[in-house]
């Protein structure tokens, strides 16, 4: 079980070279400018708000994720002086690349292992993230 794992965590770390570096707060980020609203995008002082800091702070991090391409602002069309935060075209490309690729490459494996495996396959990770889910829930009633 520890080489299986290890093979995955060595694919998983070939997988992200080439994306920037991201912290769980970073993820946080990003999942917030996604859901916000229908064009993925919030204004610098809701971003602020969300992750309660300064305004300076929130200035500070969007400007580390623009020099990184993991975000940018944006000047609104309506009001000059509002700045929007969204997730950079480039990070976005790279994350729909991934996707598609992870897609592919499932299909392939699906194929590989043929429809009894595939079940069980499905039924094994089925068990896992019930199982997962059930520890989530017990540390949430504690």
Do not use: C
Not at 36 to 64: G, K
């Amino acid at each position: 079980m520890g080489r299986l794992l290890d093979l995955f965590r060595k694919e998983l770390k070939n997988e992200m070279r080439d994306l920037p570096p991201l912290r769980q707060k970073d993820f946080q980020v990003l999942e917030y400018i996604w859901t916000a609203n229908p064009e993925h995008s919030v204004r610098m002082s809701d971003l602020t708000q969300f992750m309660e800091v300064s305004p300076a702070a929130t200035s500070q991090l969007i400007n580390s994720y623009e020099m990184q391409e993991i975000a940018q602002r944006v000047r609104s069309t309506e009001d000059r002086r509002a700045n929007f935060v969204q997730i950079h075209p480039t990070l976005l490309k790279k994350i729909e690349d991934k996707m598609e690729d992870l897609n592919t490459r499932t299909a392939a494996l699906l194929d590989y292992l043929g429809p009894e495996d595939s079940e069980a396959l499905e039924r094994i990770l089925t068990r896992t993230l019930e199982w997962d889910s059930a520890r989530a829930n017990e540390a949430a009633a504690e």
